[in-house]
């Protein structure tokens, strides 16, 4: 952040994360937040292809399923739905160690993805978290028909990133981590930044 002197002064947290289902904004609000606070942005769609570059199927399987198995993504929702808690579980000690190295190095980030989830808060950390959830279908699926129009209407996969968007929410609000509804568009980054005082600070481990 920019102080009033011109100065540039850390944010009283070292990692911000913002997560959620696919579709619901993350994106867009991690890159505004970015320029908020005058930090970069991770995202971790870059540590899945990182981990997929240096690893084989053998070793993680479910991080490498939808290339092996691609089929996988076509089954019933509620399946793909488990396909992506379990590929969150496999990048959770990915995620942690680049949390905690942000946090060893005094480096403020946000952490922006679909693969990452909730853990209980504890009171004080240097590690905050907030999740954006989505719940109505034809929004989602409005949402991918302007993000990527070549692809035409994508039904099957927002009612997908709906399921699992209630699941993370479900998860988040059990941790107390705020949830934020993405509409009203207008101020939703303002919402999201509130949203991050003292209710959204959360416990290093990001481990289910």
Same mark, same amino acid.
């Given at each position: ?19 959620g289902?696919?579709?619901?904004g ?6 505004a937040?970015?320029? =908020?606070?005058?930090?970069p942005? /991770?995202?971790?769609?870059d540590?899945? $292809?990182? %981990?997929?570059?240096?690893?084989r199927?053998?070793?993680l ?8 198995h ?7 929702? $509620?399946? /793909? ?6 590929? #969150?579980?496999?990048?959770a000690?990915a995620?942690? #160690?680049?949390v #905690? ?10 952490l ?17 978290s ?6 109505d279908?034809?929004?989602?699926? #409005?949402n ?23 699941? %993370? ?6 941790a107390?981590?705020?949830?934020v ?7 939703? /980054? ?10 959204? =600070?959360?416990?290093?481990s990001?481990?289910?």
């Amino acid at each position: 952040m920019i102080g009033t002197d011109g100065t540039r002064g850390l944010p009283d947290w070292r990692v911000l994360v913002v997560g959620g289902a696919s579709g619901m904004g993350k994106t867009g609000v991690a890159r505004a937040l970015a320029r =908020r606070y005058d930090v970069p942005v /991770v995202e971790v769609d870059d540590i899945v $292809e990182a %981990l997929l570059a240096v690893t084989r199927p053998e070793h993680l399987p479910e991080v490498h399923i939808w290339r092996t198995h691609p089929e996988a993504a076509r089954q019933a929702p $509620e399946s /793909v739905v488990e396909r992506q808690i379990a590929i #969150a579980r496999s990048l959770a000690p990915a995620i942690e #160690a680049v949390v #905690a190295n942000h946090v060893d190095t005094d480096t403020p980030v946000i952490l922006e993805g679909d693969y990452v989830l909730p853990v209980p808060t504890t009171p004080g950390g240097l590690v905050r978290s907030v999740f954006l959830h989505e719940d109505d279908e034809a929004q989602v699926a #409005a949402n991918y028909l302007r993000r990527e129009p070549e692809a035409g209407p994508q039904p099957h996969r927002a009612r997908v990133s709906v399921l699992y968007g209630r699941r %993370l929410a479900e998860r988040a609000r059990s941790a107390g981590v705020p949830v934020v509804a993405p509409r009203p568009w207008d101020d939703l /980054v303002a919402r999201v930044a509130e949203a991050v005082g003292d209710a959204g =600070r959360c416990r290093l481990s990001l481990r289910d």
